[in-house]
């Protein structure tokens, strides 16, 4: 079995195994692009279990199925009719169970047979390793291929999504790709319900804005941006319109305002490093940002002036205090707040 190390390479071993056809004996799976995950649990599942014996060879636990004897019997049971068992696991986190069965689960890891593979997946808990759990810590990270699925890079995500709309008949510019990921939040998962639901709704071979924006709703923090733009663009009204968008999406207003919050002092911080000469790269370095939203908002916060930072971070802070301590509605609060920065950025 591979020894686990602290490197970004798991997916490219995967991915030389898959192809090999010659997978290790145990993985963890976990990260951000579910899509990912899944697409190359699917690989590994077909590479190891035949169609006509899956029932006795793959077994899945849940959280709702698991229990720590059934999977040492699943895990040494052997295969029938076939030459590999595969054992799927599904958020279940290891370093929170009891000692006695981390200890039993350890044992069991340390020795998988070589007729099966171990798959445990995270997909909606996190995979926190703890290491202060000697045992079951020291079974994964001697025997472990362990692969994070992280969101993947705006120039990668182009082409995936300019390839998912040419399968469907339909072209789209590198514009409108970038703008799709944008207000889906750039997750495969996300962007393949979203590119079929608008190859349905488009007539045309070529996709347009509008055939994206009549079927996408955009994620928050897309919402608030162009928000922000708006007001960057002394268009209050059309600002306004986009809260009441946030709104009905039946976003917390109070989640709408932590995003607000957090665009604007990204927007300031923006700011600062282009009036010190400082450039994009600066940008992502100080605030961890990507590429493509980085060169947004260094795009965007040329359209305030430096005192308009000062004034909004003083208004949102002020209205998160009235939110969590009056009686006033927050809706209104946020509406109030959008009126108050168009006035501060007419100034």
């Given amino acids: 079995m591979a020894q686990y190390k602290e490197t970004d390479t798991g997916l490219q071993q995967l991915k ?19 899509f990912l995950l899944n697409h190359y649990l699917g690989q590994l599942k077909k590479i190891l279990i035949e169609d006509l014996t899956e029932s006795f060879n793959f077994h899945r636990m849940t959280g709702e199925t698991f229990s720590v004897q059934d999977f040492v019997d699943a895990v040494e049971n052997l295969p029938m009719m076939a030459e590999n068992t595969m054992v799927q696991v ?47 810590w020291d079974a994964i990270s001697s ?23 040419g399968a469907r008949g339909k072209r789209i510019s590198n ?7 944008d207000i889906t939040g750039g997750t495969m998962t996300t962007l393949a319900g979203e590119i079929g639901k608008i190859c349905a709704y488009s007539g045309a071979d070529m996709i347009v804005k509008s055939d994206i924006d009549a079927v996408t709703e955009p994620v928050m923090d ?15 009204t059309a600002a306004l319109q986009k809260l009441q968008q946030l709104l009905k999406m039946q976003n917390d207003p109070i989640s709408i305002l932590g995003v607000i919050g957090g665009h604007f002092r990204r927007l300031s911080a923006a700011r600062v490093l282009l009036d010190n000469g400082k450039g994009t790269a600066d940008l992502m370095k100080l605030t961890g940002m990507k590429d493509y939203p980085a060169r947004k908002a260094m795009e965007a916060a040329r359209r305030f002036k430096p005192e308009f930072y ?33 006035q501060e950025a007419r100034v």
Avoid at 16 to 34: C, M, N, Q, S, V
Avoid at 222 to 229: C, G
């Fill in 90 to 136: 599904d958020d279940i986190d290891l370093f929170k169970l009891p000692e006695a069965d981390r200890n039993k689960i350890a044992e069991t890891l340390m020795d998988v047979p070589e007729y099966c593979t171990v798959v445990f997946t995270y997909e909606t808990v996190s995979w926190n390793p703890d290491k202060r759990m000697k045992s079951i």
């Fill in 143 to 165: 025997n472990a291929q362990i692969v994070e699925f992280p969101k993947q890079e705006m120039k990668d995500l182009m082409a995936w999504v300019a390839r998912h709309f």
């Fill in 175 to 181: 514009d409108l790709c970038a703008y799709l990921i």
């Fill in 222 to 236: 897309a919402v608030v941006y162009q928000m922000s733009d708006l007001l960057g663009r002394q268009d209050f």
């Fill in 16 to 34: 030389a195994a898959l192809k090999a056809k010659t997978p290790d004996r145990l993985y963890i799976f976990h990260g951000e692009e579910i």
């Fill in 310 to 342: 000062k004034k909004a971070s003083e208004l949102i802070l002020e209205t998160d205090f009235r939110m969590k301590t009056s009686f006033d509605e927050p809706e209104r609060l946020l509406e109030l707040l959008v009126l108050q920065l168009a």
